[in-house]
């Protein structure tokens, strides 16, 4: 496929896909009248890379995790585990505006729950 077949279909752009050309994460052949020409698993690679910008990754790390057959089988568990932390810093967020007015009794309460926690969170944090 040509370049504006697959931005067209993607939803990313020309400009886009050129430059993940020019920084080896798509691969294209030229055809005789010098067009670049994408296989149709570029649609695929695309959504990785997709996956992988949301989950804050650096091009050079992307180019990593697509060039290593082994990220494969755990892109899947990555973006379950990103998903999942966005969805925590919402509640957080909503948790922490109700707290913003609460009485100091109540706030001190949730402060010693939340320490009970603490050393399950760090251990998570610890396996990334």
């Known amino acids: 496929m040509k370049i504006g077949e697959i931005a067209k279909l993607s939803g990313v752009s020309t400009r886009t896909i050129d430059y993940y050309t020019v920084s080896g994460l798509l691969h294209s052949e030229r055809s005789d ?21 949301k989950q804050r990754m650096s091009i050079s790390e ?6 290593t057959p082994e990220y494969a089988e755990t892109e899947f568990l990555a973006e379950e585990v990103y998903e999942e932390f966005e969805c925590l810093q919402r509640k957080i967020t ?30 998570l944090i610890a396996l990334l």
């Open 33 to 53: 009248t010098n067009y670049r020409l994408y296989p149709a698993s570029t649609m695929q690679t695309l959504q990785r890379i997709q996956l992988l910008k």
């Open 94 to 123: 909503s948790l922490e505006e109700q707290l913003k007015d609460a009485p100091n009794s109540v706030k001190l309460h949730v402060s010693k729950a939340l320490e009970h926690q603490l050393a399950a969170i760090t251990a």
């Open 62 to 67: 992307i180019k990593e995790v697509l060039n």
